[in-house]
């Protein structure tokens, strides 16, 4: 990192909330992560609120406090005064055990409420405040005060203890924002030139983060999607008054790719800390050990050490997981909570959806807390949606349930019982193996909220038991507890019997995760999500929650026509019933097809069934053709060695399932990929909960939607993904054939990629791939 300025400098200290200053200076000791069961961040504002609702009318709610210190603006808000008493409030909630509340805690609770109390006392001209620590058992509903009666005096030298030690780093923080914001005020594109589509992409997000808006941008594979997003935001950082930037990618190899292309952006801008956040359990040192000092060595004196960390992990410009482990481990800190220390003192964090858009996402949490003006990437933006139904998904399962009752103690097993002879009422009349409801039946309800209460007070009580099937079972059922409270028109309770081979199981299945999504746009200044496949831009708008004034950016392709062969096969249908028909045509085409141009092709399937059916039947007819095939639950090296077959120069038949590993995010460039076979639309199933999906966004969006929101939408996403595989840059050419006539109706054909120009052929005139054929006359329906 290059030399800062003199920290006498003039540069402005930035504001710093009660909370983070007291973190900061008032933390000491261990790490300590025992199991407490602790509250939602919506049962702590329950209680907070429970609490005030108890005083008395003249009580001060939210009391709004600044004060400055040698320039070090200090604020927050108190939770409450009692202006009769002189007693000012500090809430905290909790459930379980009060004793369980370690002393490193609650000396920071302390730290906080003093500071309130000196703030109050300066802007009251109070000689002295009674300050007041209030527990709050979210279960009991009973408080636990804690008093202490302070003169001002006394409070103040407190505080400005506090803020002393906190100034030198400030001054250093307010340099370093200084020097960043010179180097990129001035920072220029890292290329000689934009390549074509990527100004549009760039001016495109530059004009959203001025003008305080989201936007949708769909821009082909190629054109350098992450520098076309980030340069703009660099560029603009000082007009835009930026305080962070998130990039968020849906896989771990999409970090990668962004750290890259944020070094390339921000190449002479040296003073930019960029921040990989990776999960817990990728980077744990000691797995299988609790998260406190008497279990694991680099929780013991975390907070003693964490000083000297920061301090040398702030000094690298680029925190990448192998980066901060080295440094975490030569102070003897754990990597992982270091990582989330360094959030705050970080420019760009680069890291998963679920770090922003899960319903317990820590960077969306600080960035209220801190007020945070923060820019927002999402990457490979398509995968948002299946991945936030999954964040507000919860299912149970009944076999989970068992494995927990065995290993209960006898306390908390009466209220397992009783939730399972629930849970089977609820199914045994079910007419169907599937169904689902508008809500959790009362009875079902009230016997699941029980034993999460038995549960948490025995964890509360034992936090030693705290492990295996018990505790999965209570993560799951408290995660499906709280969705329950939340469920409306955009969820269901999906019902699944018990059968001879497979144990029932409970979900609320979320459908449509704009609900939940809309505060996380609304609390970003922009959030851009971009793709090579997002279209049509109203579905992921709908579905996801995005503004009604989101801007949108549809980037033409850089490719041409004629780089890619594509063509309509109008005489197979991949239907379930016809493929025992279809099958001898579509594996002789593949194997005409790789004779007149002997390659590397990639052939797609929609279920691994009929992968395993075509495959079996190309290697007898062509047993000199190479193939090699996607099996279920491939390992890492596994899917590496898939890839690696795909060599320049080489030829054979790679067999996957669409929609999976190999669909999208693998570059084959040049001849190490010369054609794509897909024989599937990609709709998905049709079964009870994907018709149950259709009716309700049939309901929710009007217009007959439901059918192409459900199936047509996604499905031929997965098809132009896997497409998308064969044009990697504008010197690859190669062939593309399309097996169902289906693909040949306008209302699919309208959903392709518009540089395409689609030609309809006949597997016993494959050679002639404009030769016409009659439109289609069966109607689209799922596979």
């Keep these: 990192m290059p030399p800062l300025p003199d920290p006498t400098d003039t540069a402005p200290l930035r504001p710093v909330s009660v909370r983070a200053l007291c973190a900061f200076g008032a933390k000491a000791g261990d790490l300590d992560f025992r199991f407490v069961p602790a509250p939602t961040a919506q049962e702590g504002v329950a209680g907070h609120l429970l609490v005030q609702g108890r005083r008395d009318a003249e009580y001060e709610s939210e009391v709004s406090l600044s004060l400055e210190f040698e320039g070090l603006r200090v604020r927050g808000r108190a939770d409450g005064f009692d202006a009769q008493r002189l007693r000012l409030e500090e809430i905290k909630t909790f459930r379980g055990d009060f004793a369980a509340i370690r002393a490193n805690h609650r ?3 302390w730290a906080q409420a003093k500071t309130y109390g000196w703030m109050l006392c300066r802007a009251r001209a109070l000689p002295a405040v009674v300050v007041a620590l209030v527990y709050l058992d979210i279960a009991s509903s009973e408080e636990t005060v804690l008093e202490e009666h302070c003169t001002a005096d006394a409070l103040r030298v407190q505080f400005e203890a506090l803020c002393r030690h906190y100034m030198a780093w400030a001054r250093q923080e307010a340099c370093h924002r200084a020097v960043l914001a010179k180097q990129l005020d001035v920072l220029g594109f890292p290329h000689a030139g934009f390549r074509a589509g990527q100004r549009d992409l760039a001016e495109g997000v530059y004009r959203a983060a001025s003008t305080r808006r989201c936007l949708m941008a769909q821009a082909p594979t190629g054109i350098g999607k992450t520098v076309a997003t980030t340069f703009p935001l660099l560029r603009g950082w000082t007009r835009q008054r930026t305080d962070k930037l998130f990039f968020l990618t849906a ?56 000083p000297s960390a920061r301090a040398e992990a702030v000094a690298q410009p680029r925190l990448d997981t192998t980066t901060l482990r080295r440094v975490a481990l030569a102070h003897t800190v754990c990597p992982y909570f270091l990582a989330q220390e360094m959030v705050r003192w970080s420019d760009v964090v680069v890291a998963d959806y679920n770090y922003w858009f899960d ?43 068992d494995q ?18 629930e849970w089977t009422a609820v199914q045994r009349d079910q007419p169907d193996a599937c169904i689902a409801h508008d809500k959790v039946p009362e009875r079902l309800n009230a016997a699941l909220q029980d034993a999460v209460a038995a549960l948490a007070e025995h964890f509360a009580q034992s936090p030693e038991t705290a492990q295996g099937p018990l505790q999965r079972f209570f993560f799951d059922a408290l995660h499906f507890a709280r969705l329950s409270e939340a469920l409306a028109e955009h969820s269901v309770l999906e ?11 409970l979900a609320i299945r979320n459908l449509v995760p704009a609900p939940f999504l809309r505060a996380r746009f609304a609390a970003s200044m922009t959030t851009v999500c971009f793709s090579g496949t997002l279209a049509p831009f109203a579905f992921y708008r709908d579905m996801l929650g995005l503004p009604k004034d989101t801007a949108e950016v549809d980037v033409a392709s850089p490719f041409h026509a004629r780089q890619l062969d594509v063509r309509v096969v109008t005489d197979v249908s991949t239907r379930y019933r016809d493929r025992p028909r279809s099958l001898p045509q579509l594996t002789a085409l593949i194997g005409r097809t790789h004779a007149r141009r002997p390659g590397n092709y990639l052939a797609f399937f929609s279920s691994f069934e009929f992968l395993a059916q075509a495959h079996a039947r190309f290697v007898r007819e062509h047993p000199g053709v190479p193939t090699w095939t996607q099996s279920s639950g491939m390992r890492e090296a596994e899917r590496d060695a898939f890839v690696a077959r795909f060599r320049a120069g080489g030829h054979g038949v790679g067999f996957a399932v669409l929609g999976g590993a190999f669909g999208e995010g693998i570059d084959l460039p040049g001849d190490r990929l010369i054609g794509v076979f897909i024989a599937s639309l990609g709709l998905p199933q049709h079964d009870a909960m994907n018709e149950v999906m259709r009716e309700r966004l049939d309901v929710r969006f009007g217009d007959g939607r439901g059918y192409d929101y459900t199936y047509l939408y996604p499905g031929l996403r997965k098809v132009v993904q896997a497409a998308g595989r ?23 054909r309208a959903l392709l990629p518009a540089w395409w120009t689609v030609g309809l052929c006949r597997t016993d005139a494959v050679e002639a791939a404009n030769e016409t054929a009659k439109e289609p006359a069966r109607d689209l329906q799922p596979q």
Excluded at 404 to 421: C, F, K
Excluded at 495 to 505: L, Q
């Design 495 to 505: 019902s699944v019997k018990p059968t001879t081979e497979d144990g029932g199981s």
């Design 404 to 421: 927990a009752r065995a290993v209960a103690p006898a306390g908390v097993r009466p209220t397992i019982d009783r939730l399972r002879r």
């Design 359 to 401: 319903g317990s996402a820590f960077l969306y949490a600080l960035a209220k807390q801190e007020e945070w003006r923060v820019a927002v990437l999402v990457d490979e933006a398509h995968n948002l949606l299946e991945r936030a139904r999954g964040m507000y998904s919860a299912p149970l399962d009944l076999a989970a349930l």
């Design 726 to 748: 064969v044009i990697r840059t504008e010197h690859d050419a190669g062939v593309l054939y399309l097996f169902d006539e289906r693909f040949a109706r306008p209302e699919v």
């Design 251 to 306: 896989k771990t190899s999409g970090r990668a790719i962004a750290l890259e292309g944020i070094g390339l952006s921000a190449r002479t801008a040296t003073s930019l800390r960029v921040l990989e956040l990776t999960a817990r359990e990728k980077v744990c040192e000691y797995p299988g050990r609790a998260c406190h000092g008497d279990a694991c060595p680099l929780a013991r004196g975390f907070y003693d050490r964490l």
């Design 107 to 109: 000396a920071l609770h």
